[in-house]
């Protein structure tokens, strides 16, 4: 048997690609009686830059993105259409880190595979439908910003924020301080592909994993081991060196002596298609095995952990060697690079519906 194995994962592979596609010649592969064909690149579109959502918010999604599966048709033309969930990082942190709230952005999309279009938009029209903003457990928003304190909630002690006025920099003088959850989002996955039974976002911070209900609004966590979670002089401190955009003169953080390295958390992550399995992958090494400088960072952790029911089971570890590669730009000392991962998908048969 054949299956068009490419339009998703090709769909997801090209959604920011602004490039001429070039056209690829198709892979076979064989496993068991099964014959996969990838048919390579077959379209790319984007959101426009100065796309706002009804937040009044820049649009992104560039973290991850997610299928409504019981969305997907597929017209009689070869159009598929389907609703798509994205998942922006911590928002606009180029200059510092500022209290943008995680959220979903939802997108109606429509595809019609193609070897080339020429036209401005790209063969994959994107059309923002909705946001969902991610809240802890009683309801309040999380934040981009960096973590430079915990909160104990529901019993688990995570990474978060306290500022005085909006997060922004405005009203610094106000007695008043808020603490919100720092959420560095970063992987996405809807529980069996639908989002009415809620999501799990991977996070660089802690790092976290989180689930939450449609709405947006957290139920349950799992905690990184001890070994992941990151130390500076013996104890946990989740910062990720990233200050506040207001006050990044002052912002000191030490050297961290082990966990996960900062801004390298749970870059990859994915459930099993009955949902029941959360599978985790540190973007890189820890600072323990390597993981300070991007040639030496290259044995990486992967976690498994049972979601069937709460609190979530640990099942297993693995370590993965993350490819490398040569950059001429760098001595020989310090090649080859390690290709530090940054999304994991979880493929079986089911994903091709056999
Ligand atoms: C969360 O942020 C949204 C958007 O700014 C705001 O409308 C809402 O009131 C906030 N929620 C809480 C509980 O403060």
């Known amino acids: 048997m054949r299956f068009q194995t490419?339009?998703?994962?090709?769909?997801?592979?090209?959604?920011?690609?602004?490039?001429?596609?070039?056209?690829?010649?198709?892979?076979?592969?064989?496993?068991?009686?099964?014959?996969?064909?990838?048919?390579?690149?077959?379209g790319f579109g984007y959101v426009g830059a100065s796309a706002v959502d009804k937040y009044g918010d820049t649009i992104s999604f560039g973290?991850?993105?997610?299928?409504?599966?019981?969305?997907?048709?597929v017209a009689s033309d070869g159009t598929y259409t389907f609703t798509a969930y994205g998942l922006p990082d911590?928002?606009?942190?180029?200059?510092?880190?500022?209290?943008?709230?995680?959220?979903?952005?939802?997108?109606?999309?429509?595809?019609k595979p193609s070897d080339s279009d020429s036209s401005d938009t790209g063969n994959i029209k994107w059309s923002y439908k909705d946001t969902i903003l991610l809240t802890d457990f009683n309801g309040n928003n999380m934040t981009g910003l960096d973590s430079n304190d915990k909160v104990t909630?529901?019993?688990?002690?995570?990474?978060?924020?306290?500022?005085?006025?909006?997060?922004?920099?405005?009203?610094?003088d106000s007695s008043s301080t808020t603490t919100a959850i720092s959420l560095d989002a970063e992987g996405l996955a809807l529980i069996e592909g639908d989002i009415a039974n809620?999501?799990?976002?991977?996070?660089?911070?802690?790092?976290?994993?989180?689930?939450?209900?449609?709405?947006?609004?957290?139920?349950?966590?799992?905690?990184?081991?001890?070994?992941?979670?990151?130390?500076?002089?013996?104890?946990?401190t989740y910062s990720s060196g990233n200050p506040p955009s207001w006050d990044k003169d002052d912002w000191k953080v030490d050297d961290q002596d082990s966990g996960r390295d900062r801004n390298k958390g749970y870059e990859g992550m994915d459930l099993s298609s009955d949902g029941k399995t959360l599978y985790a992958l540190l973007?890189?090494?820890?600072?323990?095995?390597?993981?300070?400088?991007?040639?030496?960072d290259g044995t990486v952790r992967l976690m498994k952990y049972d979601v069937s029911s709460s609190p979530a089971k640990a099942v297993a570890e693995y370590?993965?060697?993350?490819?490398?590669?040569?950059?001429?730009?760098?001595?020989?000392?310090?090649?080859?690079?390690?290709?530090?991962?940054?999304e994991m998908r979880y493929i079986d048969m089911l994903t091709f519906g056999i």
């Open 6 to 42: 490419s339009i998703l994962s090709t769909l997801f592979l090209a959604l920011t690609a602004m490039v001429p596609m070039p056209v690829q010649a198709d892979e076979t592969v064989t496993i068991g009686d099964n014959e996969f064909v990838s048919y390579g690149l077959k």
């Open 63 to 73: 973290s991850s993105v997610a299928l409504q599966k019981s969305s997907l048709s």
């Open 90 to 111: 911590r928002g606009y942190n180029v200059d510092g880190t500022n209290n943008y709230i995680p959220r979903l952005q939802v997108f109606d999309i429509s595809f």
């Open 153 to 172: 909630m529901n019993g688990y002690k995570m990474p978060a924020a306290t500022f005085h006025g909006d997060g922004w920099g405005n009203d610094l």
């Open 198 to 236: 809620g999501f799990w976002v991977s996070d660089e911070y802690g790092p976290g994993l989180y689930k939450f209900n449609s709405d947006g609004k957290l139920v349950d966590y799992i905690k990184a081991p001890d070994a992941i979670l990151p130390h500076v002089d013996g104890k946990v």
């Open 283 to 296: 973007q890189s090494a820890t600072d323990q095995e390597g993981g300070e400088k991007d040639y030496t």
């Open 319 to 342: 370590v993965l060697e993350l490819p490398t590669y040569n950059d001429p730009a760098y001595d020989s000392d310090k090649n080859p690079r390690v290709a530090a991962q940054s």
